[in-house]
């Protein structure tokens, strides 16, 4: 038995309750996991509110963690007994112990502490596609980033910096603004005070973005399209103020033959070299301070209801962590 924070069925953050669940031994190619941090991300939200379907009748949230394999089961090769290992799968971190396919798991470096890692592992790995892959940016690039001061947009900022982009970014209040300041952004607009289409025009001087990563949705894909400049391109990877409704595929003509995608992370780390390829560039970049994250704030997983009213509620940044 372990314990976890269960949902019967969606609904508001009270729908997660501390829980006695089984737990197994590990089968073939799977290992047991003792957590030690738990990442709270949207993507937890989108679940427990019923936006994502759920796979089964049940549903416990958590889609990142770091701890230590407790037993492995047959055919592991890769990590062993005693590893410090981290993971992000959609679904079941928020729990004590669990089982898990032992090729989803990185070993984390002896440098990192495991709440680093719990709390920047998938925010990280985001930042990491949403740059190379979604759009790759160039030195001299200016990107627009929405959200600048959370979990991903303090990560998006730094790397935009190291790759010699210019970045820009928005927040919800002057806090969040320093603090976005304070990691890569050179430009931050209050976008709950100020339009800011008319604001970025005027930082690049009319000349628009040559990327927008969007992840507040409703409230802002209509302005983001605005920012772009002639086949710039729009990423659209979350939607924490709502589904975006309305997009045709005419909008991107008329801004100007832009393009547009909708990427989701487990995409881009279904195979097991991509997910280390892309680790060891978070790990590196982490490891050798060119990306900070600051230690994130904690509260005990029996709590989690509370960490996702905070995190609904605008009112967190950066990261927060989960404790068994
Ligand atoms: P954040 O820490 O960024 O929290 C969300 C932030 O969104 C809030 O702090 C708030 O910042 C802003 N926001 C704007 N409007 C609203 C609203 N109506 N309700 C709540 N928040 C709002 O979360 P994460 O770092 O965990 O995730 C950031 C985004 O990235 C999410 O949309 C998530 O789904 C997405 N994501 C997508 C992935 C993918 O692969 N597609 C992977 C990982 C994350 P402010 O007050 O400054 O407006």
């Given at each position: 038995?372990?314990?976890?924070?269960?949902?019967?069925?969606?609904?508001?953050?009270?729908?997660?309750?501390?829980?006695?669940?089984?737990?197994?031994?590990?089968?073939?190619?799977?290992?047991?996991?003792?957590?030690?941090?738990?990442?709270?991300?949207?993507?937890?939200?989108?679940?427990?509110?019923?936006?994502?379907?759920?796979?089964?009748?049940?549903?416990?949230?958590?889609?990142?963690?770091?701890?230590?394999?407790?037993?492995?089961?047959?055919?592991?090769?890769?990590?062993?007994?005693?590893?410090?290992?981290a993971y992000v799968s959609r679904l079941g971190?928020?729990?004590?112990?669990?089982?898990?396919?032992?090729?989803?798991?990185?070993?984390i470096p002896v440098n990192l502490s495991d709440?680093?890692?719990?709390?920047?592992?998938?925010?990280?790995?985001?930042?990491?596609?949403?740059?190379?892959?979604?759009?790759?940016?160039?030195?001299?690039?200016?990107?627009?980033?929405?959200?600048?001061?959370?979990?991903?947009?303090?990560?998006?900022?730094?790397?935009?910096?190291?790759?010699?982009?210019?970045?820009?970014?928005?927040?919800?209040?002057?806090?969040?603004?320093?603090?976005?300041?304070?990691?890569?952004?050179?430009?931050?607009?209050?976008?709950?005070?100020?339009?800011?289409?008319?604001?970025?025009?005027?930082?690049?001087?009319?000349?628009?973005?040559?990327?927008?990563?969007?992840?507040?949705?409703?409230?802002?894909?209509?302005?983001?399209?605005?920012?772009?400049?002639?086949?710039?391109?729009?990423?659209?990877?979350?939607?924490?103020?709502?589904?975006?409704?309305?997009?045709?595929?005419?909008?991107?003509?008329?801004?100007?033959?832009?393009?547009?995608?909708?990427?989701?992370?487990?995409?881009?780390?279904?195979?097991?070299?991509?997910?280390?390829?892309?680790?060891?560039?978070?790990?590196?970049?982490?490891?050798?301070?060119?990306?900070?994250?600051?230690?994130?704030?904690?509260?005990?997983?029996?709590?989690?209801a509370e960490a996702h009213a905070l995190l609904?509620?605008?009112?967190?940044?950066?990261?927060?962590?989960?404790?068994?």
């Amino acid at each position: 038995m372990m314990k976890a924070m269960l949902a019967a069925a969606p609904g508001g953050p009270d729908a997660m309750v501390w829980s006695d669940v089984e737990l197994g031994a590990p089968g073939p190619g799977e290992v047991r996991i003792r957590h030690r941090a738990i990442g709270v991300n949207f993507i937890d939200v989108y679940y427990r509110s019923g936006l994502y379907p759920w796979p089964d009748k049940t549903l416990i949230p958590g889609a990142e963690a770091a701890g230590v394999i407790t037993a492995v089961g047959p055919d592991v090769h890769d990590v062993a007994i005693g590893d410090h290992v981290a993971y992000v799968s959609r679904l079941g971190a928020y729990c004590e112990e669990r089982l898990i396919d032992a090729d989803r798991c990185v070993k984390i470096p002896v440098n990192l502490s495991d709440t680093v890692v719990a709390g920047s592992l998938l925010k990280g790995l985001t930042a990491q596609y949403l740059v190379t892959s979604s759009y790759a940016v160039q030195p001299g690039d200016t990107i627009l980033v929405h959200a600048a001061a959370g979990g991903v947009g303090l990560i998006l900022g730094q790397w935009l910096k190291a790759l010699g982009a210019h970045a820009i970014g928005t927040a919800g209040s002057p806090e969040k603004i320093a603090l976005a300041e304070a990691h890569g952004y050179e430009h931050v607009i209050n976008y709950r005070q100020d339009d800011f289409v008319p604001a970025v025009k005027e930082i690049t001087s009319g000349r628009g973005c040559a990327a927008v990563y969007d992840s507040v949705g409703a409230d802002t894909w209509r302005g983001s399209l605005q920012c772009l400049k002639k086949r710039g391109m729009f990423v659209s990877f979350g939607q924490s103020s709502g589904m975006i409704e309305g997009f045709k595929l005419s909008d991107l003509a008329a801004h100007g033959s832009i393009s547009a995608n909708r990427p989701v992370l487990f995409d881009y780390v279904e195979d097991r070299a991509e997910l280390l390829s892309r680790s060891a560039d978070l790990f590196s970049r982490l490891v050798g301070g060119e990306i900070r994250i600051t230690e994130p704030d904690r509260r005990p997983l029996s709590e989690a209801a509370e960490a996702h009213a905070l995190l609904e509620g605008r009112q967190t940044t950066g990261s927060l962590v989960l404790t068994p």
